[in-house]
Each structure stands twice: as structure tokens, then as C-alpha cells.
């Protein structure tokens, strides 16, 4: 499914030179504030792009998860995509409304409630794929193919080494 949401015009190639730009500005020197800029680039990015769905980076996250593992319930999903209990139940609520999961009481611990995608869910789910994967294209573009990787590989040294201080302990199974 093809966006409906014009695309922004690619900016001008900057070739300032990072040194120069941390010289020129300080907050460019600091990994927190850049950090914090990449996610507000790849937010607007997955927007553009999956605008026809209305559907949340962290919504599409849940369902992905529910897609691969079904029959989670709320505890597990938070710890698979690193997001407190309060969000998951607000998401998990969200997405039921939409119809796109369904939740029910699991047979072996009844105070557990155990979410799973409709076939509406894991079609949207489906659907998006592309759109999401032209999303994270878009956001890793200028780097060149080679970075791409090593990229990731210390996006995840950074995420391992530093995984339980953040508010909720990531631990994907």
C-alpha cells in the first residue's frame, strides 16, 4: 500500500564536517542528545511512511512481537520490547478497540490475561511490513552499506552494557 502523505523533499547534503559541527555546537558532542534526534527522525520516518495505518512505532512492535509469539501477556510483552506494564496496557487496549488483538484469561493462571493478533492484526501487521521496512531504509540511507551494520552491532553493545538501568529491563526471548 502506497503513503498517502507527500514526502518531505530530502534536504541539501550537508558536508559540514562532525568535528565542525561539534566545535560550533556543543550539544552535538553529547551521545544522549544525539540519540534522542535519531528517534525523533525515525518517528517522523515511520509516520511518513505507514501513515495509512495509524499505527504507533511501538504499536507495530507489539504486534510484530504477538505475530512471532503469540499468546503473551502483558509482563512478557513489556520485557520483549523494553516498555513498562502501564504502556503495554495502554497499547494492548488501543489495538484491541482497533480489533487487531484479542486478549483472554490463561487456562493455567487465571489472573493472567494472554494477548494474541485477530486476522485483522496479522494482516495489518503483514501489510506494513514494507512500509516500516521503507522507514528504517530511509533513516540508515546515509550511511554507506558498509557502516549499516557495524552501526546496529554498536547500537546493541550500547543497549546490552547499559540494558538495566533503563525503566524496564529489555529482555526479548
Known amino acids: 500500500m502506497e503513503s498517502r502523505v507527500p514526502k518531505k523533499k530530502k534536504a541539501e547534503s550537508q558536508t559540514i564536517a562532525p568535528h565542525s559541527l561539534v566545535d560550533r555546537l556543543p550539544l552535538w558532542?553529547?551521545?544522549?542528545?544525539?540519540?534522542r534526534r535519531v528517534h525523533q527522525i525515525h518517528y517522523a520516518l515511520f509516520f511518513e511512511e505507514c501513515a495509512d495505518f495509524g499505527i504507533t512505532p511501538v504499536q507495530y512492535g507489539l504486534l510484530t512481537t504477538l505475530s512471532l509469539t503469540?499468546?503473551?501477556?502483558?509482563?512478557?510483552?513489556?520485557?520483549?520490547?523494553?516498555?513498562?506494564?502501564?504502556?503495554?496496557?495502554?497499547?494492548?487496549?488501543?489495538?484491541?478497540r482497533r480489533g487487531l488483538l484479542e486478549r483472554r484469561r490463561s487456562e493455567t493462571d487465571r489472573r493472567m490475561v494472554l494477548a494474541r493478533l485477530t486476522p485483522e492484526g496479522e494482516r495489518i501487521t503483514?501489510?506494513?511490513?514494507?512500509a516500516?521496512?521503507?522507514?528504517?531504509?530511509?533513516?540508515?540511507?546515509?550511511?554507506?552499506?558498509?557502516?549499516?551494520?557495524?552501526?546496529?552491532?554498536?547500537?546493541?553493545?550500547?543497549?546490552?552494557?547499559?540494558n538495566h538501568l533503563g525503566r524496564t529491563t529489555f529482555r526479548p526471548s
Not at 558532542?29 to 540519540?35: D, N
Not at 503483514?126 to 514494507?130: Q, R
Not at 549499516?148 to 546493541?156: D, E, N, P, S, V
Request: net charge negative; charged share 30%; glycine share 6%.
Open 126 to 130: 503483514k501489510e506494513m511490513y514494507a
Open 70 to 96: 503469540p499468546d503473551l501477556d502483558q509482563n512478557s510483552l513489556g520485557q520483549e520490547l523494553g516498555i513498562d506494564r502501564t504502556n503495554v496496557a495502554d497499547v494492548l487496549h488501543r489495538l484491541s
Open 29 to 35: 558532542a553529547r551521545p544522549g542528545f544525539l540519540i
Open 132 to 162: 516500516m521496512q521503507r522507514a528504517q531504509e530511509r533513516l540508515l540511507e546515509p550511511l554507506r552499506p558498509e557502516e549499516r551494520g557495524a552501526f546496529i552491532t554498536m547500537l546493541i553493545r550500547l543497549i546490552d552494557a547499559n
